[in-house]
């Protein structure tokens, strides 16, 4: 499967790929468990970074498209966003379960816009402008509807609630695992459409740690674990171009055969995850955007469970 997907894997390269999912996982614990690391390390690094990159010492090709920067603002404020639900009594408000339903579907269709763009804009293996080989083909637009059923599938938002420990964790019960993996095959294919010479990296390595922290550390955080890991790599990657380094250098084969696999496995799945709604709102009668749909679950329950709810 490497051989399939990826080039140019050593034992040297494989550590780093351990090394660079273990700092995210355990950043993202240290920052979930207290509020004040939170803040640190999404208020104060990103103005730091951000001088950095601007005043010379930083900086990555990454900066230099779009997507790069709207990618870091978005993801911030879904961090941020969650922050408000999980320490201040905008938690306790129902109409704030909106917002992380509202954040994850744009960063979703910011994705499924970028799917759209590199196959109308890259007909052939071309070096965009942030220094990332990418080639369209067919299977961005296969993506890109995945993409769109993993907005269409999003249900039970009305019943995200903080849990009852000390972290103070955003809880989504209604968000179970088909949910978590059928976003998690879809972004990877993104990544690997889109953002091809970092895939490895901005789409294995930081999905691998959000669904590590979801089932290992803390169950029903998937979104949030996904925010702070996805906001620390953003930054990560604007302020450091980390693959000049000779052990981060696995590198995709681009094969055609590749990236249409992955986007037809992530088509796949998702269509699948969207009829099962489609099934359970038929069966319990019941309305994804006013109810929860998976009460019934045994994922449902144990994520009540491990949180105290």
Same mark, same amino acid.
């Given at each position: 499967m490497m051989g399939f997907l990826y080039e140019g894997l050593t034992i040297e390269s494989f550590l780093a790929l351990v090394a660079f999912i273990a700092v995210f996982l355990f950043l993202n614990e240290i920052s979930r468990r207290s509020k004040t690391v939170s803040l640190l390390m999404f208020v104060l690094l990103p103005v730091l970074l951000a001088l950095g990159i601007f005043f010379g010492p930083l900086g990555s090709p990454t900066g230099k498209t779009w997507f790069g920067w709207v990618k870091v603002v978005s993801a911030l404020i879904g961090v941020y966003g969650f922050l408000l639900i999980r320490f201040t009594k905008l938690g306790t408000k129902k109409f704030a379960a909106i917002f992380p339903a509202a954040i994850l579907s744009i960063n979703i269709a910011e994705a499924v816009f970028r799917e759209l763009e590199i196959f109308a804009t890259y007909k052939t293996l071309t070096v965009d402008a942030g220094g990332i080989v990418v080639q369209g083909g067919p299977w961005n637009i296969l993506n890109a509807i995945a993409g769109v059923f993993t907005i269409i599938t999003l249900t039970g938002f009305v019943g995200i609630r903080v849990s009852k420990d000390k972290s103070r964790d955003m809880i989504w019960p209604d968000m179970t695992w088909p949910y978590v993996i059928g976003y998690t095959l879809w972004n990877y294919a993104y990544v690997y459409n889109c953002i091809s010479t970092r895939s490895l990296y901005a789409g294995f390595g930081i999905l691998t740690a959000a669904i590590i922290a979801e089932y290992f550390f803390k169950r029903g955080a998937w979104l949030?674990?996904?925010?702070?890991?996805?906001?620390?790599?953003?930054?990560?990657?604007?302020?450091?171009?980390?693959?000049?380094?000779?052990?981060?250098?696995?590198?995709?084969?681009?094969?055609?055969?590749?990236?249409?696999?992955?986007?037809? &496995?992530?088509?796949?799945?998702?269509?699948? &995850?969207?009829?099962?709604?489609?099934?359970?709102?038929?069966?319990?009668?019941?309305?994804?955007?006013?109810q929860e749909l998976y009460r019934h679950t045994d994922a449902y329950k144990k994520t009540l469970t491990a949180n105290g709810l």
């Open positions: 949030q674990h996904r925010a702070q890991i996805l906001s620390l790599y953003a930054m990560f990657s604007l302020s450091v171009d980390f693959q000049t380094a000779s052990f981060f250098q696995v590198l995709p084969t681009y094969s055609p055969g590749a990236l249409m696999s992955l986007s037809i &496995v992530s088509f796949v799945f998702n269509l699948g &995850v969207f009829f099962f709604m489609v099934y359970t709102m038929r069966q319990k009668k019941a309305n994804p955007i006013r």
